[in-house]
């Protein structure tokens, strides 16, 4: 089963990745990110190694590298962190990936990893950009089920999704 969760920005995706990975009881792998914030500002996203916990800057509004609005993408860690968790992922039970958006991808190593996970056959979560018209943004909405998080269903999809991935036989934790 591979699941990708959409909607706009503060919704709620990314809690929801977390909420999954704390409810199922196997082998997880990927990447999620994070607000960086100072005195309640966005400044930048943080990536995180699901598996090894390893953590870097996705993007900041200081620094270099390819632009996407304000924020600067940081190759390097992207790369580094992000490519190599989704790679390590592939033995994993379950993969997951926050976020497939414009930042991201601009890495052509990260679409290919992106692209090797969904051949995998292994089951997926991922938080697909909701207006992303990228090849690989567009293969995702054919080949996945897409579920839109909205305020009326935000605070039970991942429940939803829980017993989706669970009925696959991952096991799930009571919560």
Do not use: W
């Amino acid at each position: 089963m591979k699941i990708a969760i959409t909607g706009k920005p503060g919704i709620g995706k990314s809690t929801i990745c977390k909420k999954v990975i704390e409810s199922l009881d196997c082998k997880k792998g990927g990447m999620l990110c994070s607000d960086i914030r100072k005195n309640r500002k966005r400044i930048g996203f943080e990536i995180k190694d699901i598996l090894t916990g390893k953590k870097g800057i996705l993007a900041h509004v200081k620094g270099s590298g390819p632009k996407v609005g304000k924020y600067h993408v940081n190759l390097k860690d992207l790369n580094e962190i992000g490519v190599k968790a989704i790679e390590n992922a592939i033995d994993s039970d379950l993969i997951i990936i926050d976020e497939i958006a414009p930042m991201e991808l601009k890495s052509k190593d990260f679409i290919r990893a992106v692209e090797s996970a969904i051949d995998s056959e292994k089951p997926m979560l991922v938080v697909l950009h909701q207006t992303s018209r990228h090849k690989l943004a567009e293969r995702i909405r054919l080949e996945f089920k897409v579920i839109t998080v909205n305020e009326e269903n935000r605070n039970s999809i991942a429940d939803d999704i829980i017993a989706i991935l669970s009925s696959a036989n991952l096991s799930s934790r009571k919560i």
